[in-house]
């Protein structure tokens, strides 16, 4: 029972109290466990001695159903279209079940799509789809089968609703707690069948958000919210240069401050300790460090942009190649090259990085909103010295994941700060530390070159680039051979019919500075530039952008038709005032197909102001649709903020930016209005999480060109270019 | 020193620097962890309470500056009509993403409302545009304050 509450003192859906009910009534249920495709677990059913947290679905004597979350809530929705897709099949209303949250198990809660304990890639419902569904599904098969064998009927003749089974001839029923013990001892079916879509009464409608109520009145816990007892605050400075060294420490003023408990030196961060964050922020202020900056002390950002423009001079392993890409552009009529780049990127969680550590001699507890929990518990276990099982992971809610906290830098740090101090602590990062020490969205660097013919049309497509891999570091058993899945996504295997094609990857590692996924990673960059360049073609062929796009996508008949769509719902084609102009972006990306319209606005001043934004999405068979809505506006959000905004910059290898005023984020008064239009399908479920955030890009940055004839191909959009000549 | 303010209607007594932010000392102190810390200078207003009604950025609200006023955090909003209105408006536009900075949202928003019953969108723009949400639910917040505004409305509810 280590992992525990997401709210406090409160009734509902995901308490602790309702946990620890479970825990107590659990003599006697059922335990469903599954295996995931290729984790290699057999179904088992146990009772409450069996009880590992190796389920998904449990379901106790008092007829509490309990569904354990293998995907972390950092907001896309997760704790409720999991829940469907399990609820679906076991036959339960949302109502019904409680949510706890899976603990750190590689083996038990791997993302069949990653192989790995980890939310990210947008892939929870991919990886959910058949497994969760199958569960749920199997779990019904059973009580009914215990419900059918207690009446003595045939099991056809029962069916299951609502957390009941019901025999209709005899008018018999009997709830799901009543039959749970039965049932963990029927045998456990060697397949199920699983609902036809046109049964489904839960996917495919709205579902209301579990987790919403905790979050309106203030009694949702995220990590930063954790108190256990006797805990203090820490806040901390790391080295300015990545790869410094604490030099001299003079913490005389910082020891006097009144709350203060202590100082924390580390070989290159010192940390203040003290009652509460106020007295460890002012003993931090007054704290004087001497730093070794050590090797990247000069860095600059231009010093890494030149490497990369440099190392794109050379060719690299092929991610793809289509025909001959040499004999085409030899004999194309029109050349157009050009070269893109976009900068590193924070992710500047509005939770800013913190973890809580307890480390005891015989072990060590850690407090954490993590995408990656088995992780967590590995580096805690790793930094503390300590073997794996006696490292206690309490999982909370995410208040912003996009990324970031798939990593466990964080946590390494808390872990050797606690170490220092009698009894747990909780740190916490500062906004400026939090974006100063982050590990970034890479830098990238791209040279583009095609060859159209007569009729304008590209007869060759030539695409190389250079940067970070962050999977290299990752996950390195997915790069291969100088390539990796995340970093090419949206530069191959384009929705386009191109005859001719060639995309290379140079892997260059910066120096002193770390890289790490970001909000839709590989397609964040790739999908600017290809649709930037697709939008440079048509504009070489003098056509429309859309008719362009449309005319090469006759073997993508989804591409074509969110293309279609959005541009008819957006008015393409329409007449609009000067400097005003719309811009189009397609993609398929995390398995899901779509396109954008972006009406830009463009003020004599330079400033750009998305106005409106019309996205059509098939992604597939929609399990939330109103998750779908709210992950697209949030995605597209996200994505106009790197446009416009989004920068960090090194000087002196020290990153620039600081805070929401050198950082910025897109605020409500700048907000586009945005319309998403769902394609019906019942192919299986895309990714949602990240499409919106790539696609929205070079929609808005085609949109500059379409409203003032300036091709950007540089993020953020340089306002300067686009002031109107006086 | 020692300084004695009202939190949702009780009095608690709280032994610290003068120049500590209020934030700190309703999280910290009291374990009220509703009211969020997101950039500690005004930037972002995760950390809005009200002080006598009016939206206040605690991080950067000192101590000794509250005197006699009456903080109202996130955890006593519903207690208020607005904050209810916006709460239930919140639920029923399913607002949320990861929620971590809906509590200085709905703070600022139930002071909106409270003292501005029909917000154009001008004044939400004016009385949100100082709270971030990095989950971009901006589209939902400016719909939300528009329904609780019809809520305390009869001759729009009507319709």
Request: glycine fraction near 8%; aromatic fraction near 6%; include cysteine.
């Amino acid at each position: 029972m280590s992992y525990d509450r997401f709210a406090q003192d409160l009734d509902g859906v995901v308490s602790r109290r309702a946990f620890i009910k479970t825990g107590a009534a659990a003599g006697g249920g059922l335990l469903l466990s599954l295996s995931l495709p290729g984790l290699g677990r057999a179904a088992a059913i146990g009772d409450v001695g069996d009880w590992a947290p190796n389920a998904f679905v449990r379901i106790g004597r008092d007829g509490q159903i309990v569904l354990t979350m293998p995907y972390v809530e950092m907001g896309q929705g997760t704790y409720t279209s999991i829940p469907m897709l399990i609820a679906e099949e076991l036959e339960v209303d949302l109502k019904q079940v409680q949510l706890e949250h899976a603990p750190p198990n590689e083996k038990l809660y791997g993302n069949p799509l990653l192989g790995v304990q980890a939310t990210g890639n947008s892939n929870a419902i991919r990886g959910a789809w058949q497994p969760l569904r199958q569960a749920g599904a199997t779990a019904r098969t059973m009580l009914v089968s215990a419900a059918a064998k207690r009446w003595n009927v045939d099991p056809a003749s029962c069916r299951a609703q609502s957390g009941e089974v019901l025999h209709a001839p005899t008018g018999r029923s009997a709830k799901y707690g009543e039959l749970a013990a039965d049932a963990s001892h029927m045998p456990v079916p060697e397949s199920v069948v699983l609902k036809r879509p046109e049964d489904f009464k839960l996917i495919g409608t709205p579902a209301k958000r579990l987790d919403a109520p905790f979050k309106v009145n203030g009694t949702a816990v995220y990590g930063i919210d954790v108190r256990p007892p006797g805990v203090k605050i820490a806040t901390l400075a790391q080295s300015p240069v990545f790869g410094g060294r604490v030099k001299n420490v003079d913490d005389a003023a910082a020891k006097a401050v009144n709350g203060v408990r202590q100082i924390v030196r580390l070989d290159d961060a010192v940390a203040v300790v003290a009652d509460h964050m106020g007295a460890a922020k002012k003993g931090l202020a007054a704290l004087v460090i001497e730093w070794d900056d050590g090797p990247h002390a000069k860095l600059n950002t231009e010093d890494i942009a030149r490497e990369l423009d440099q190392a794109t001079l050379n060719s690299g392993p092929v991610a793809q190649n289509v025909g001959d890409i040499d004999r085409a552009m030899a004999s194309a009529v029109i050349k157009v090259e050009a070269t893109y780049q976009v900068p590193f990127l924070a992710h500047a969680t509005m939770e800013p990085m913190n973890c809580t550590v307890d480390v005891r001699k015989d072990g060590c507890e850690v407090w954490v909103g993590s995408q990656a929990l088995a992780r967590v518990q590995a580096a805690a276990a790793k930094t503390a010295g300590l073997p794996l099982d006696k490292v206690v992971v309490h999982d909370h809610l995410i208040g912003g994941g996009f990324g970031r906290r798939l990593e466990i830098d964080g946590v390494i740090r808390a872990v050797q700060i606690a170490q220092h101090v009698d009894g747990p602590v909780k740190v916490v990062w500062t906004r400026e530390e939090d974006i100063q020490h982050d590990m970034y969205r890479p830098y990238w660097f791209d040279r583009m070159s095609a060859g159209l013919d007569e009729k304008g049309m590209p007869v060759a497509w030539n695409h190389r680039f250079a940067g970070s891999s962050v999977i290299a570091r990752w996950l390195p058993p997915a790069f291969n051979n100088g390539l990796d899945p995340d970093t090419t996504e949206g530069a191959i295997d384009l929705v386009y019919a191109l005859p001719n094609m060639r995309v290379e990857y140079l892997r260059v590692e910066p120096p002193g500075i770390p890289t790490a996924f970001w909000r839709s990673v590989g397609p964040s960059h790739n999908v600017f530039v290809t649709e930037s360049f697709m939008d440079e073609l048509a504009a070489a062929a003098k056509q429309d952008p859309v008719a362009y796009r449309r005319a090469l996508l006759d073997k993508a008949p989804r591409a074509k038709a969110v293309l279609e769509l959005a541009a008819e719902k957006a008015g393409w084609g329409q007449p609009l005032p000067k400097r005003v102009g719309r811009g189009v972006a397609v993609q398929f990306v995390f398995a899901t197909y779509m396109a954008q319209v972006a009406e830009v606005e463009v003020s004599r001043d330079g400033t750009v102001r998305v106005r409106r934004v019309v996205c059509a999405v098939d992604c597939g068979t929609v399990v939330n649709p109103d998750t779908v809505r709210a992950q697209i506006q949030s995605a597209i959000i996200f994505g106009v903020t790197a446009a416009l905004y989004g920068e960090i910059t090194l000087k002196d290898g020290r990153v620039e930016q600081t805070n929401f005023d050198s950082y910025q984020i897109l605020r409500i008064d700048e907000a586009p209005a945005i319309e998403v239009h769902i394609v019906q399908s019942s192919e299986p479920p895309g990714g949602m999480g990240e499409a919106g955030t790539s696609a929205i890009v070079p929609a808005v940055t085609n949109a500059v060109f379409a409203a003032t004839g300036k091709r950007l191909r540089k993020l953020p959009i340089d306002t300067t270019a686009l002031k109107q000549p006086a | 020193m020692a300084f004695k303010i009202r939190v949702n209607g009780v009095d608690r007594t709280v032994d610290v620097d003068s120049d500590t932010p209020l934030l700190w000392v309703l999280r910290d102190v009291f374990g009220m962890t509703g009211t969020k810390f997101g950039c500690g200078m005004a930037l972002c207003g995760a950390c809005t309470v009200h002080l006598d009604g009016a939206p206040t950025r605690s991080c950067i609200t000192t101590i000794d500056s509250v005197g006699s006023a009456a903080v109202t955090t996130i955890e006593a909003i519903g207690d208020t009509p607005a904050g209810q209105k916006i709460q239930k408006a919140w639920l029923d536009l399913e607002v949320v993403q990861c929620g971590y900075c809906q509590s200085g949202q709905i703070m600022s928003a139930s002071a909106l409302l409270a003292t501005n019953p029909h917000p154009s969108d001008a004044d939400i723009d004016d009385a949100m545009s100082g709270n971030i949400c990095r989950c971009g639910t901006y589209v939902r917040i400016r719909e939300a304050i528009k329904q609780a505004a019809q809520l305390s409305s009869p001759a729009v509810q009507r319709g």
